[in-house]
């Protein structure tokens, strides 16, 4: 069979585009509603470039990622691939980049900016870095730097020292007085 190469490459990228943007949303979806992950994916950018030497595959221009109640937002998404063209890391720049995603049925959106999110498949932690905010049901955190860790369900906020007492640059947490309860010491 003779297949035109000028005809073949498309495809092979639209193929590799494509997967690469389920891999994309799969890390994304690792803690979603499990409704989430039923259905479609939809994905829109001005640009997108997939490097097959490289592994590395870039979406720029008001990148949009939706997949059920999960939405991400960014200037571009670059995500790269290891030797066994595995999701290694995926990165989002935006002014803010920033997502929402459904995560239990009984709580409100989980929504959070900043203007870099990395994920790393690898090590399964997220960071969030340069004006970091993560907020749901009106409990919220903002720092510097925020890593959450998708294996141990920890997070770690990082803020800049302040000499002033003010919370400039601080690691600010809100908890809304009906979860204060759940917290030791807290009293009825």
Do not use: C
Request: charged fraction near 15%.
């Amino acid at each position: 069979m003779n297949v035109n190469p000028k005809l073949a490459t498309p495809r092979t990228f639209l193929k590799k585009a494509a997967l690469v943007g389920l891999a994309v949303l799969s890390s994304a979806t690792a803690w979603a509603l499990p409704s989430d992950r039923n259905q479609p994916i939809t994905l829109v950018a001005d640009r997108a470039t997939f490097n097959e030497r490289t592994g590395i595959t870039t979406y720029t221009g008001n990148v949009i990622i939706e997949q059920g109640t999960m939405r991400l937002q960014a200037n571009s998404i670059v995500a790269n691939l290891n030797s066994k063209k595995e999701i290694s890391t995926i990165t989002a720049n935006g002014s803010p980049a920033q997502f929402q995603q459904k995560t239990d049925p009984n709580k409100g959106l989980a929504k959070g900016q900043a203007q870099k999110i990395v994920y790393n498949a690898e090590t399964g932690i997220i960071t969030l870095s340069g004006g970091a905010f993560l907020q749901q049901d009106g409990a919220s955190i903002r720092g510097n730097t925020l890593r959450y860790s998708m294996n141990k369900g920890d997070i770690e906020a990082i803020g800049t020292p302040n000499n002033t007492g003010s919370s400039s640059g601080r690691v600010q947490i809100v908890i809304p007085p009906s979860s204060s309860k759940s917290f030791p010491g807290a009293r009825d």
